[in-house]
């Protein structure tokens, strides 16, 4: 990976400033909904991400006045078995898949999958025009992205509840209000917070930065006892790595760390 485009695929720009990746959707025209062509790209794009030992952290974003619209509606009747549209390769499962802590930069209408991927997210800031919407129920199916669990776990059952059966947008003070992002940003300031959050995050020592991550992750799939052990162990790992004896040595010498991922 370089720090120019690392992608062909215009339709999914990537690129790296230090150790922070930024990945771009990058249809604007179709409000960057995604393909199965896109999906299968962003598959090959988070595998290398999580094998660039020099990626520590990743922005996740849209081209133009969307975050993404989610999935392109018009495509998935070419799908020939409702069994085939269920084992396709999905966007979302694609970002679950990224060790790196990752921060949706939300510009625009996060909608249908678009809302689903930024709930995939660890962190998400938006524009102050951003706007979300789970609408799939509008045209007679739901979201399979994760859609519930993650809104519920975000905003609250009976918050999520208005979402899922209305499917009408809230904008970025009421998900501000609701806690489905942290910050907002006023729209030119958006990718540069993004990036420059990131770049905070890229800056502590990677294994740490992976492993929190993970824990998070556990702490809301394991029952709480299991959650708090599991936690234990993650800490008794990241506490026998080199970067942790750094960590310990530059707070005794008053100096920033310097960490290499082992």
Not at 156 to 164: D, F, H, I, V
């Amino acid at each position: 990976m370089t720090d120019s485009a690392i992608t062909d695929e215009p339709l999914i720009v990537v690129t790296r400033e230090g150790h922070v990746a930024t990945v771009r959707l990058n249809r604007p025209a179709k409000l960057n909904a995604v393909t199965q062509a896109m999906s299968d790209e962003l598959v090959g794009i988070v595998r290398r991400l999580n094998d660039d030992p020099e990626v520590r952290a990743v922005v996740y974003t849209g081209t133009g006045r969307a975050f993404s619209a989610g999935s392109d509606i018009s495509t998935l009747d070419q799908y020939e078995t409702p069994w085939e549209f269920r084992n396709r390769r999905d966007y979302c499962d694609a970002l679950r898949d990224l060790r790196k802590p990752v921060i949706a930069a939300i510009n625009g209408y996060a909608f249908g999958g678009g809302l689903e991927a930024s709930l995939t997210c660890d962190i998400r800031i938006a524009a102050d025009t951003a706007s979300f919407a789970a609408p799939e129920i509008k045209l007679g199916w739901i979201g399979g992205g994760g859609m519930s669990v993650l809104l519920a776990n975000s905003i609250g059952a009976s918050n999520a509840a208005l979402m899922l059966l209305t499917g009408d947008p809230i904008d970025a003070q009421r998900a501000l209000a609701w806690g489905l992002i942290s910050e907002i940003v006023p729209a030119d300031d958006l990718l540069a917070r993004a990036q420059e959050l990131a770049a905070t995050i890229a800056a502590r020592p990677p294994i740490a930065a992976e492993t929190a991550k993970a824990n998070l992750r556990a702490a809301f799939n394991l029952p709480q006892d299991q959650a708090i052990a599991y936690e234990r162990e993650m800490q008794g790992i990241t506490f026998a790595t080199a970067d942790a004896a750094e960590g310990r040595a530059a707070f005794a010498e008053k100096r920033p760390g310097v960490f290499h991922r082992r």
